[in-house]
């Protein structure tokens, strides 16, 4: 089933595979939709830096190292940071970061805007602020078991 990317959030994989949750079956269920190809995710080298980050600081470096891995497998598309993604990032953090948008996330809205994405897929409600930027909640999607509204072009 052919559809438009959607940019994962890291949070996701990271419910999916996490302790209870009131996030874990919904993102269970949407790694799990990527998984059957009736989601198309896309990530950039933040996700992983980012896993890499979380479990390392936990000591947990084979989870960080197999959850990396899964998520490159299952997710083939992987944006690089560029030089223009940095300077937009500069740009939208002035803009977002006093609203409470974290660095990180504005690195993923950056590379977003200059790869011509507009969804997102995540619990971070700070996703809203950014102007371009569509957050769809997990539990919305889960909820719905409808991902067809995704499959419009951006």
Known sequence: ???SPVFLDVNVPMYAAGKPHDYKDSCVWVMREIAHGRLTAVIDT??????????????QWQIAASMSVNLLTLIPTVYPIST????????LFQRYAPQGVKARDIIHAAVMQNNGLTRIISTDKHFDAIDGIVRVDPQRLFL????????ENS
């Open 46 to 59: 933040e996700i992983i830096q980012e896993v890499l980050y979380r479990y390392g600081a936990l000591r």
């Open 84 to 91: 223009a993604d940095i300077h937009l990032t500069v740009n």
């Open 1 to 3: 089933m052919s559809n």
């Open 144 to 151: 719905s078991k409808d991902t067809s509204f995704l499959r």
